[in-house]
């Protein structure tokens, strides 16, 4: 069965979204937060989780586009993952967002569990 727990927090004028996840059987994970929001995604950081395969992540916005622009196809076992800009600011955002994030796993194995935090300016 699929359980995800997602943490939704605002430090000053960043915005950490924190999904803690488990895959079903069906190797899939799909979940959308309460709250809308607006704004660059600065980073997002997949920690490590359980899985001894590979998987697929995306985080979509609600107009469908994934805001790892792909990234996240081809996921390892057990290793963290930390998309964003070298410099932060001086650099392009990975995306922007204006309303809720859908996180979407794909190809997990059956119960595998992980961390995926994105930050919003």
Known sequence: MQEVTITEQTHKMIKKVTFDWTATSSGRVWERTVNNYDGEVLRVVNMKNNSSGGWSLKINDDDGIDLLGG????????????????????????????????????LASDGITGQTIVYIR
């Open 71 to 106: 990234q996240g196809s081809a996921m390892t076992s057990g290793e963290a993952h930390d998309f964003g800009t070298s410099t932060g600011i001086a650099e392009m955002p990975l995306s922007v967002v204006s309303g809720k994030l859908l996180l979407h796993i794909e």
